[in-house]
Every structure is written in C-alpha cells, then in structure tokens.
C-alpha cells in the first residue's frame, strides 16, 4: 500500500508538473497564431454557439477549410471550450493541452498494465519533458488527439490480451483516430495487422469478441467512410501533398520511399535539429531529449527479449509510425509523424527500468537501493540540464523567430484587427493585405467573433483582403486605412503610419496606415521569351543586341518567337503568368529561362530623372537606349533601389533582361524626381519605337586600378567541409561563427603584380541571420560591415576602403561574389595580400565563410569597368 501511494504521489506531480508545462502563457507562446489554428477556434467557436460551421453547414461531420477537411474531435472539443470560457488563442490551443496531459496518463495506464507502474512513471515522465510532445501540446493542431485516442486503445488492447473483456472500447478507440487525422488510415490498420498476426490464436478463441469488435470498427469508421465517398474533394489535398506517381517508374520512387523513412530514425531528426518547418519545432532541438537516447536503445532490446508478444507489437509501433509519413512531402515532419513520440517514450521508459533491474544484480538490497537512487538521480540531473534549456530556449528565443512571416506563426493579426476596429467608423473601408499571407480571411472572423448565419448571408468579413499591387480591385476615392506589410508602403505616395506591429523578435511584421493616394508605375511593356537559363547562366549570355531592337522574329528556347504586349493584372510585371504556358518542361510555372521586357519612354523635356525597380529576387540587366545600365545582373528584391539616368527629348527604349529560376517571377518599375514623386512630362507605351533617343555613355576610370583572385590559401578558420553548397555548386569552405570563441576566418590573395589600387575578388558565403563583422587588410582595421536582413547587393566604405558584396542567391546561406576594395598603399607588388573578416556582434548564430575557388575573376568573366562599375555602387536602395 505504501509503494502504491508512492507511485500515485509521484504520478501526481508528473501529471501536474505537465499541466502546468501545457498551460503556462499558451495564450501567447508560441507568438502568433497560425491560420489552421484560427480556424479550429472560428469553426469551434461557430459550432458552440450556433451549431453552423463557417460554410453554413449544420453539426458537420468534417469541416472544409482551407481547400481541405479540418476533422472532427478537435474541432468539437473547441466547441467546448470556446462555448464555456470564450474564443481567443487560450481556449483554441487548450484542448491540444488538455489531450497533451491525458496521453500522459494514457501512456502511464498502458506502461503499467504492460509491464508494471514503475515502467508507466518512467514513461510518463519522460513524455512530459519529449520536446516532441510539450512543442504540439501548446498549439492547436490536430494530432495531439490522436496520440491519446490511440494509447488509451492500446491500453484497453492490453487489457484485452490479459483476459478483459475489452476488445471493443479498444477498436473504437482507434476507430475513432481517422475522426481526427488523416495519417491514422495507414498507421492504425498496420498496427492492427501485427496485433491480429501476433494474436490470432486468442481473436478465434474469443470470437464473439471479435465479431462484436469488427462491428464496431465497421460502424465507427462507415460515416466517414460514406462522407468521402458523397464528398471526393476530401482527397485532394492527400493528393497535393503525396509525391508518390503511379504513371512514373516504381524503383527510384521505392529508393526515395527508403530514404525518406529512414530520415524519421537519424539522430538528426530526433536528437539534434528535428523538423526543419520552424512552427513544428525548436531550432537546434531534437524532437526527443539525447538523454532518451541509451534507454531507449535498452528499452528496444528488452522489449524483443520478453516472453510476452504486445512489447513486440511497441517495436512494431516504432517500425509504422513513418510508413504514412514518409509517403508524404516534408519529410522527415513532426506532425505526421506524431504517433511515433508515445512508443519512443513508452520503450525509453522500459529501458530505464531494465537498466535499474540490471543493479539488482548486486545481492546487498541497501547497496542496491543506493545504486538505483543515484542512478535516477543521475539520470534526473542529465535529464534535467537539457530540459531546462529547451525551455530556456523555447519560451525566450523561440517565439522570437517562430512568431513572424507567413512561414511562421502569423504574428500580428490579433494586435492589427484589435486597433483597426475602433476606428471603423472613420474610414471608407478597411483592408487586409494579400502580400505574403496564409488564409488571412480567417483571422478577422476569428477575432471579431463573426456569427456565422450572419456571415453565411452576406459573405462580408469586414475587410477587403487585396495585394496593393492590384489597383484594379480597390480605388482611393477617399482615405483607407489599410494593413500591409511594410514593403507594401513602395506602391503609395501619400500616407501616414498610425500604428506598427513588432513580432516578439523586434521584427516589423505590418503597418497600418492611412493610404491616400498610389504611385504610379511603368505599366506597358512588350514581352520577348523565352531563352534558356540552365544552371543560371543565362545572365552570361546576350540573345538578342539591345542595341538593334526590333519586332523581327527572334529564335527562342522553344521555337520562334516575337515581341508580344504583356497583359497586367497589376503593377507588377509577371512573367511567370505572361510565360505560363511557354515553358514545356515547367507548364504552369516557368523555371530556369529567361526574357526581354521593353517599354518606351517619352518625354517631352530632356531630363534626369531616376529609375526605381523591385522584383522577386531575380537577375535583372537593363538598358536605356542600348546603353547598359548595370555592370552586372542586379539581384532585384523587395526593397526598391533606384539608378539616375537621362531622358532624351522624343522615345527612350527601357529594356529588362531577367532569368528565372524557380518561384516567383516578377519585377516593378516607375521613374520618379529625387524626392520619389512621380516623374513629370512623361509617357509611356508597350512599343518598340522606329527611333529613339541616341545614348553615350561616360567611360569608367580603370588605368590606375587592377584586378586579383582575392582567395588563394586559407590560414586561420574554426569550420571546415570538403563541399559546401554555393551558387556554383560547392567546394571546400571554411568558417567562423560570431558564437566561437576568437573568431575570425583569414585567408591570402593571389599576389597583385602591381603596386596601385586593388580590388581582391573572390567567392564567399554569409549567414542568413545578419550580424556586424570587421574587415582587416594585412593586419590593419579597416572598416566595419552590418550584414543587414534584405538580400541584394550590399557595400560598405571606410576612407579609401570598399568592401561589396553581390548576392548570387541561397546555398546553405547567402551566396555570391565579395569585392574588397584596397588602396595602393597597402599593395606590395608579388606579395599576396592578408584579408580577415571578424564577426562581431549580432546573433550568435551569424557566419562568414570563404571559398577555395581560385578562379571567380574567369569564372565570372568581370572586367574592369564592371568591377569599377559595381564598386562605385550607382544603384542605392530607396529612401525609406
């Protein structure tokens, strides 16, 4: 009896220990709120006062969101709760707590019904502290569940095999799981199999029980069953998110079937990084503690070992938890993989029970009551450093970079709606931005509460939801007070910021401003493509001569082809929707081409005015008059930069060249005075016009300068790997991160021949994460460099000192070419140049890395003026 009390004292404080774990501030960590997880408290919230989902549907069986089924338990249990305490983040995300806690005790009830109570504490506890589970026990998505409904079926299995009469309440149990996700349609009959194979001799011995069990099972699972059949549209988004092609051939697919499985197993995934979707898990965190790991390796071997068959059927769990996932894309993912987590616990718990049982071995009981004390103590303290920094990690710096982007968890919707509405009645209208969102209709009828009869009759949110490129969908007759991102802010000239939304990481996740007016765009242009672009060297490669345009026949990638107007929906130009249907090998979505866009521009004055352009991060060369107006491609991101260039009185010929890789494809342009207003006394039309405005370009001073390989030995680095990925492909590199200690990554240039100005040019790699760094030359501090968020060309100058940085693309970081801009003074002649980049300040996770290329000026094929060119830095970002 007293042992007894023991083990309930102690499964007591694990169960409270893991409730307050689930419950502690899950209204606001994780930070944001995903719109799966709005759309499981709208429904919820729907269903719980009204009985109607969002799409007027009484009592639903599924609900349809989001171009799929969101399923049953999950969303009645918010019912629940929602009904009873509000709709906001806490009542959403608490069933998936509240199931979190009870899996805990479900797997406690089946570790002792299998082996004995001792095994289930063990087991419980060390699901409560599985980053796995505490991480999808504080968001509200669906799996959490289904891991319960399946172990308390398990339970009642073991019950069964023990002689209860409990066959039935298990089949339900795991009826019930398709209900809730749709992964269980493949891991629970496999499970299934292997019970019935190892337990076939009891089933037949038992067969009234077994009858009655199937019944159930047919009876659980024919509504669902019957709901696809009247409903296929259910399908689609298994179909979507399946890479499997029955049309294509089976062996590379069964090849890429065995990798994708044995990925749920590496350490990798559940001992080091875990899933790599930065809303499924912790940045530098397994799914699983590396404390679990020897015990489990125990607990495997124990459970082949024993005489009883279910400790097989835990192996046998194991082996089915990835077959539906690995089926899947994302691979390895946490959340399709999610039934795996309570077997990993249940087996780590076996094996911590079998290591005490082994210092049973020693015959003196005090000796080993001491032993086995120490060893949980040692196992404790183990457990509890790594724990403790998981929760250091997840509660501070989790949410810092978790909470923001459409990737993430959509920080900012509740802070924007909440100041939006009070000021309702002071505008025309009120609007959401499209640019870079997930589902944001849901978010202002989750906040607002909206009935959904009410909604049902007039499909009226309360907001226009409009990417504010699409001036044809919404007017300014009179002010709008709008939500956007701050880049959006480049299509408006007159506005004012009432309020900004910071993520908790400090990052500008929106605006709302007042908008009054919208600029104004180059909006006609003609279209010639498209033209090869393997292995993104189609910037290298001149396929027609800017110089002698005309509306002649042009030979393309896939044929003839011709000057055609591009049809816009919007300001932005988009080449992927104009090019849809060009690409034979990509229909749909255009990869690895390029195109010609031109414009005319007239105007009736000769004057300076300045070209400002954005696009989707693509290369872009441009040309005003057949006169070249970028020294090399220019990376065209989302924040502007612009260029002075001259008009000529009469029509000047704008010509774009840029090469698409993969994504989007899109760029937008507009010529504005130096303040950014609009340009006067200008025209504009989709032609090539018989005569423009002749063009002559100022030669670049490059006499007194020369050109080096800027890498040719390494001397001092922390990292290192003989192929690290690059815009070119890879090779070996070597880096420092700002966390080692005396970081620094120094390395020699190729020995300049001359003693005069210097510019060192050489292949190299930055971190994603921007931090500050420091840049010697031969010893000597030279200047400073902040590597900020945005992509694109980056310069930084100190005196006669110049370092830039061209951004080529993502490679395990960012990727291109580094130009180190160095005085004569510093130059001997035949003597290699000592260069060293310090990173400083910043995030501890911030890099730099060189290259072992030793060919970037050929490979490249930069000539001086370019280099000049690039150095002088003639295109500069926009004034914010």
């Known amino acids: 009896m007293e042992r007894r009390s023991v083990r309930i004292t102690l499964l007591a404080i694990v169960l409270l220990g893991a409730t307050v774990l689930r419950l502690y501030d899950l209204k606001n960590v994780p930070g944001g709120f995903f719109c799966d997880e709005a759309a499981f408290g709208y429904n919820g919230y729907a269903i719980g006062k009204t009985g109607y989902d969002e799409n007027g549907r009484f009592l639903p069986l599924l609900v349809w969101s989001f171009g799929g089924y969101k399923n049953t338990v999950y969303i009645y249990t918010t019912a629940l709760t929602t009904r009873l305490f509000g709709a906001d983040e806490l009542t959403t995300r608490l069933p998936a707590a509240l199931y979190g806690v009870g899996s805990i005790w479900a797997l406690y009830a ?66 019930l799981c398709p209900y809730n996700y749709a992964i269980s349609t493949v891991f629970v009959p496999l499970f299934f199999l292997g019970f019935g194979l190892l337990y076939l001799p009891t089933l037949l011995r038992r067969w009234k029980e077994t009858l009655l069990a199937i019944v159930v099972a047919i009876a659980t699972i024919t509504p669902l069953g019957i709901f696809y059949r009247l409903n296929p549209q259910g399908a689609l988004y298994t ?27 590496l350490p990798r995934f559940l001992f080091e990084h875990g899933d790599n979707i930065s809303r499924h898990s912790v940045r530098e965190f397994g799914e699983l503690l590396p404390a679990f790991a020897p015990f489990l390796v ?41 039934i795996g987590v309570p077997a990993f616990c249940l087996l780590a718990g076996l094996g911590l029970a079998a290591a005490l049982w082994m210092l049973s071995a020693v015959r003196w009981r005090p000796l080993v009551l001491t032993l086995q004390a120490a060893a949980l103590v040692a196992v404790g303290y183990f457990v509890g450093i790594q724990f403790t920094a998981y929760l250091r990690f997840y509660f501070n710096d989790y949410p810092k970079y978790s909470a923001p982007t459409y990737g993430g968890f959509q920080y900012g919707y509740r802070d924007s709606i909440q100041f939006m509405e009070p000021l ?56 709008i007070l709008y939500q956007l991102r701050t880049q959006d802010l480049s299509y408006f000239n007159d506005y004012d910021i009432k309020k900004r939304i910071v993520a908790p990481g400090g990052q500008e996740e929106f605006v709302i401003a007042e908008v009054r007016s919208r600029k104004a765009f180059l909006n006609k242009w003609l279209g010639l493509g498209l033209y090869e672009n393997e292995n993104n060297q189609g910037t290298k490669t001149d396929f027609i001569d800017v110089k002698k345009i005309s509306k002649d026949r042009y030979k393309g990638a896939y044929g003839d082809i011709y000057w055609r107007p591009i049809s816009q929906r919007n300001v932005r130009v988009d080449l992927n929707s104009f090019y849809a249907v060009a690409d034979p090998r990509h229909p749909g979505n255009p990869e690895f081409v390029c195109a010609y866009t031109a414009t005319s521009v007239h105007s009736t004055v000769a004057q300076k005015v300045f070209l400002e352009i954005a696009g989707s991060g693509d290369p872009a060369q441009l040309w005003l008059n057949g006169q070249s107006l970028t020294a090399w491609p220019l990376n065209l991101g989302v924040t502007p930069i612009r260029k002075e260039i001259a008009l000529g009185v009469g029509n000047n010929l704008l010509v774009v060249k840029s090469c698409e890789g993969v994504g989007d494809w899109y760029f937008i342009a507009r010529l504005t005075d130096e303040q950014g207003h609009d340009a006067p006394n200008i025209t504009f039309d989709a032609e090539i016009p018989a005569e423009i405005v002749p063009a002559e370009a100022a030669p670049l001073p490059t006499a ?100 830039t940085f061209i951004y080529k693309g993502e490679a395990g970081g960012r990727t291109g070419v580094l130009l180190i801009d160095i005085p004569a003074d510093q130059i001997t002649p035949g003597k290699p140049i000592e260069l060293r980049v310090v990173p400083a300040k910043g995030d501890q996770g911030g890099w730099f890395m060189v290259k072992s290329y030793k060919d970037t000026l050929t490979y490249e094929g930069f000539t001086p003026e370019q280099v000049v060119a690039m150095v002088k830095g003639d295109w500069q970002p926009t004034a914010k």
């Open 110 to 175: 089946l570790g002792s019904a299998l082996f004995n109570p001792w095994v289930g504490l063990f087991a419980a506890a060390f699901l409560t502290v599985a980053p796995w589970h505490l991480h999808f026990s504080r968001i509200a998505f669906e799996m959490t569940p289904f891991a319960f409904l399946f172990t308390l079926g398990a339970y009642f299995l073991v019950r069964f095999v023990q002689g209860r009469r409990t066959l039935v309440p298990a089949v339900f149990l795991c009826a």
């Open 239 to 265: 179909q979507r998110t399946t890479w499997i092609d029955l049309h294509e051939p089976w062996k590379p697919q069964l090849l890429r079937y065995i990798d994708g499985y044995k990925e749920f197993f």
């Open 298 to 338: 125990l607990g495997i071997v124990a459970a082949l070992l024993r005489r009883e068959r279910f400790s097989k059927l835990l192996v046998w769990w194991l082996i089915c938890y990835p077959v539906g996932a690995s089926l899947l894309t994302e691979i390895p993912s946490a959340t399709r993989s999610f």
């Open 424 to 479: 309702r009645k002071q505008y025309d209208r009120l609007m959401i931005t499209a640019t870079e969102v997930n589902q944001p209709q849901i978010f202002p009828l989750f906040y607002n509460r909206v009935d959904p009869i009410e909604y049902m009759k007039s499909h009226d949110i309360g907001y226009l939801i409009a990417d504010p490129a699409f001036y044809s969908e919404y007017s300014i007759n009179k002010p």
């Open 704 to 803: 007194d300068m020369q050109l080096i390989e800027g890498f040719d030995s390494i001397v001092r680095f922390k990292h290192t790997q003989s192929s690290y990925p690059d815009y070119r492909g890879g090779t070996e590199s070597w880096w420092s991160y700002l966390q080692d200690p005396e970081s620094e990554v120094v390395w020699m240039s190729a020995a300049p021949s001359v003693k005069k100005r210097t510019i060192a040019v050489l292949t190299a790699s930055l971190s994603e994460v921007p931090f500050e760094g420091e840049l010697y030359v031969n010893g000597k501090f030279v200047l400073p460099f902040a590597l900020p968020e945005e992509r694109g060309v980056k310069s930084w100058t100190s005196g006669a000192y110049r370092m």
